[in-house]
């Protein structure tokens, strides 16, 4: 039976079944409090487990993560540094008993198993690297029989696409471009905050996914766009974001929004909740719900009567209606919004309120056969909306 992650009336996670476990593990006597608190944050008991010396002592301790534990619990691991290594090595042996653990997550090891091997199904493996390289250990077999295994070093790859995939290991494994062990730490000089997010989603989603686990996400931002647009209170909507880490929202064409409570408050009560228009409608087009965050494609329309400091600031009423696509990335921590990061076409915007001219290109410009700016209005929009509304290539000259 899959566990049922919920928002209770505060806005936290909670369970219908037991707290699941979560062991994390590295080689120093304590480890960055951030880390343990965002895993607790997300329902989970959390227990660290230092590496101390290594070797037997710690393997041992590895073996008797389940003791004690009933039927049907099960636990999950979070290792980093070489206490990751050890972790991968461990659980690669066929022979160790994984019966209790459902997910491994391994940051930046300073070595990983033999890239072809295939750990066992009855736990998930993910491994995060970082750096120029990493050992490679495999145990060469002659005959049926397995020699000593051995370690040797192999270049890590950018990865494929744009998520640093590495195709070439069978268990899934990821690097993240510029960034050096110790990136998701919040601790370490080497922290890089971009690397740590991507990795922490990653992390998260299989974790969850080890557990059997379903989060509702969808109520509590429902409820921050409730109050933004529609019932308009600054106090029940600054209640939807969390306390720590800090919120933040941004709107990025403008760079308007806010960070922290106080900021928030000042942001939405006096520059944003009193501004939208009386025209203003929103359409969702579409929703894509993650692990920890909500993506939604909105179309938005109204008639610029009012002054609108967060999409024009500084520009008075110009009774032009405006019809734009907005997309919201929205991070979510323990049932409650983090951030949101809100991007739309600005100079489609600035085009349908008369602000921007496509036939004003400067002469320098103009001396080089530039007639227009490739700019579109509100059908651009509209083609979001219904994409047979508009011609495709009319701004390709050769189209």
């Not at 766009?225 to 941004?250: C, G, I, R």
Request: hydrophobic share 35%; aromatic share 10%.
């Amino acid at each position: 039976m899959a566990l049922q992650f919920i928002a209770n009336s505060n806005g936290w996670l909670s369970f219908n079944a037991e707290t699941p476990t979560l062991y994390i593990t590295a080689e120093t006597d304590d480890f960055d409090d951030y880390t343990l608190k965002a895993w607790q944050e997300e329902g989970f008991k959390v227990t660290y487990v230092p590496f101390g010396k290594g070797g037997k002592t710690y393997v041992n301790a590895l073996h008797h993560l389940g003791d004690g534990m009933s039927i049907g619990e099960r636990y999950a691991i979070v290792a980093f540094g070489d206490a990751a290594s050890v972790c991968l090595e461990v659980y690669s042996e066929p022979s160790t008993s994984t019966s209790k653990l459902c997910s491994l997550i391994a940051y930046y090891p300073s070595s990983i198993p033999d890239p072809g091997q295939r750990f066992s199904s009855s736990f998930r493996v993910l491994v995060h690297l970082a750096g120029g390289t990493v050992g490679v250990s495999r145990r060469p077999e002659v005959l049926g029989i397995q020699g000593k295994r051995r370690t040797v070093q192999k270049r890590i790859t950018r990865g494929i696409g744009a998520g640093g995939l590495q195709e070439k290991i069978t268990y899934p494994a990821y690097t993240y471009e510029g960034v050096d062990p110790g990136f998701a730490e919040h601790d370490l000089d080497e922290y890089d905050a971009v690397a740590d997010a991507v990795a922490w989603s990653r992390s998260l989603s299989m974790v969850r996914r080890g557990f059997g686990a379903e989060v509702e996400l969808e109520r509590a931002w429902e409820d921050n766009v409730e109050n933004k647009f529609h019932a308009k209170n600054p106090t029940k909507l600054l209640s939807t974001f969390t306390s720590n880490p800090q919120p933040f929202v941004n709107y990025t064409p403008t760079m308007t929004g806010g960070g922290g409570h106080d900021e928030l408050l000042r942001f939405y009560s006096d520059f944003f909740l009193s501004s939208t228009p009386p025209s203003f409608q929103m359409r969702l087009l579409s929703r894509t719900v993650g692990v920890d965050r909500i993506v939604d494609e909105l179309h938005i329309s109204f008639k610029h009567t009012t002054e609108m400091p967060w999409m024009l600031p500084g520009i008075p009423p110009t009774n032009q209606k405006v019809e734009v696509v907005v997309v919201s990335i929205v991070g979510m921590r323990g049932g409650k919004v983090w951030h949101e990061r809100v991007y739309w076409d600005q100079a489609s915007v600035l085009f349908q309120v008369g602000l921007l001219d496509p036939e004003d290109v400067g002469k320098e410009w103009e001396d080089k056969g530039v007639q227009l700016l490739p700019v579109a209005g509100a059908e651009a929009a509209r083609k979001i909306m219904e994409n047979e509304s508009e011609p495709v290539n009319e701004m390709i000259d050769d189209w």
